[in-house]
């Protein structure tokens, strides 16, 4: 299916590895015109490379941190006018909520909260006038099903997903739409990361940990990060136009209810 795409304008935040960057690929996969960001210089260089490889299509890199006010004004001065933005950063670390500070919390907020809500604010509205705009934000299967480890994440990105339903009814009249893409459990660092953690708490090996996290999962596998850009690409598409104020949740069929 052509998704109807080309010459479209994206910034893809947090795109130098894992699901960020695979968001990058497909959407340079279909012909638009991708800016990507992070922090490491030769992690994002190596993404530019390997997406213009695989697409033809090379993306401009901005070194930025998202949380940043400079960083963001680097972001949207490199890809202004952008027809798409995908919202993604690092996830907070894991841990038991009695551990955290308010500067934990004020991080956390940070990342994946208040930085998704400031690039919404510096775009939405070219995106209104020239009546086409696409926003997903990269989330967390924790919005849905609640992990007690991820107290950060639960409750941070939560805050932008009520934002975020508020927002999306607000602008849909004009054709831009504000979804959240929730992964379940996906083959990044950011898994491994988190396996790591929970091999650490429960005094388990890591290999152990993670064949019993993957071996529940009704898929019994984690989801590669192609599945997840390619469902970003089609939320990005002209065909989804009448799809917004979801929470779209990709996880094998990990989330067990109805709805
Ligand atoms: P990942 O593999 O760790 O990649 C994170 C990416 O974000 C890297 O490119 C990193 O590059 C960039 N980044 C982090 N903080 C940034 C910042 N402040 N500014 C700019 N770039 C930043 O993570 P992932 O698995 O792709 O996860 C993406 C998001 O989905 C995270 O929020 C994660 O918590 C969430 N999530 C993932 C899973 C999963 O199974 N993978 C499940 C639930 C939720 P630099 O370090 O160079 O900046």
Known sequence: MDLGLRGRKAIVCAASQGLGKACAMALAREGVDVVIVARRREVL?????????ATGNRPQTVLADVTSREGRDAIVSTGPEPDILIN????????????????????????????????IKSTIDGMVARKFGRIVNI??????????????????????????????????????TVNNLLPGTFDTDRLRSNLAALARNSSRSVAEVTE????????????????FGATCAFLCSAQASYITGQNILIDGGAYPGTF
């Open 45 to 53: 260089d190596s993404a530019a490379r390997e997406i213009e490889l």
């Open 88 to 119: 993604n950063a690092g996830g907070p670390p894991p841990g038991d909520f009695r551990s955290f500070e308010r500067d934990d919390w004020i991080r956390a907020l940070d990342g994946n909260m208040l930085a998704p809500i400031a690039l």
């Open 139 to 176: 989330t967390s299967h924790a919005v849905k099903a609640p992990v007690a480890m991820l107290a950060l994440s639960n409750g941070t990105r939560s805050g932008l997903t009520g934002f975020v339903a508020g927002l999306a009814r607000s602008v849909a009249e004009h054709n831009v």
């Open 212 to 227: 019993e996290v993957r071996a529940s999962n009704p898929s019994k596998r984690f989801g590669h990060p192609d599945e």
